[in-house]
């Protein structure tokens, strides 16, 4: 790649690379499988889908949602996989305990994640930005046990990493414990996003991956319209990592695709506007 802007793309009628999201419904479009689909295609990447939840929400917070079946969102995932084919993939909203484990189930059947050939990014999405839950409390254990030994990389932010460790992260050295404490949760890879540690200047993200740390900043974008910043990072960490980049490699690529789309982000209703992906018809 000689643009770092961008990764390669296929020549017009020629099959792009595959990726598939297993995430919640923003009806909002700001967030969720929305956000997902516009990072893909504007990467150049064919998206698919397994719905997990239809979600009831706007630009100021969520007021419901639907659970899809478990067996019909393993089914998505299993018709995807079996014929189109993708060469990454990752996960966001999942809902409840019944889900995780249909993921956790079909994913191991199907070679994402683990020891298989598909990489796999877990986006542990518990809470939506405005503090709404998106996740069931007795689900998170089924989260640790079953889906995190699946992960290639987890992309939680400190509201997540709190839920998921007991670790309240306020500076690098909490930071660099809970990396420790979600590496023992059996994924190959840790980011502890920093996007919420209010009191930097920086947006500081770790990885760790058991053995050495990676850091990732930026300068904090100074923007209240961020919403699907978690997603978009994922999204991107997932494009790239389907085209064969190292997770380090992968992180770097993301980590400059979702600033530039909060440099580029937007007003949308009465609340949080959107990350912004379609900068990148403008160019950086």
Known sequence: MTDPWLLPTAAPGQ???????????????????QADLRTFALLGLHGTVALTAATVQNSLGVTGFHEIPPEVVAAQVRSVVSDIGVSAAKTGMLASAPIITAVTEVC?????????????????????????????????????ERLFPLATVVTPNLD????????EVTDPASQRDAARALYDLGPKWVLVKGGHLRSSAQSPDLLFDGSEFGEFTHERID??????????????????????????DAITFA???????????????AGHGPVNPLWRVAGP
């Not at 986006?123 to 089924?142: I, K, N, Y």
């Not at 997540?160 to 670790?167: A, N, S």
């Open 15 to 33: 099959t792009p690379v595959r990726v598939m999201t297993i995430a919640g419904s923003d009806s909002g479009g700001g967030a969720g499988i």
């Open 108 to 144: 191991t059947e199907l070679g994402i994640g683990g020891n298989g050939a598909i990489p796999l990014v877990v986006d542990p999405v518990c809470a939506s930005m405005h503090g709404d839950r998106l996740l069931a409390l007795e689900a998170l254990d089924t989260l640790r």
């Open 160 to 167: 997540e990493v709190r839920l998921l460790t007991g670790v």
């Open 223 to 248: 923007t209240g319209h961020d919403h699907g910043a978690g997603d978009t990072l994922a999204a991107a960490t997932v494009c790239a990592l389907a085209h064969g980049y190292p997770v380090p």
């Open 255 to 269: 980590k400059r695709w979702v600033t530039c789309g909060l440099q580029a982000a937007y007003p949308l209703g």
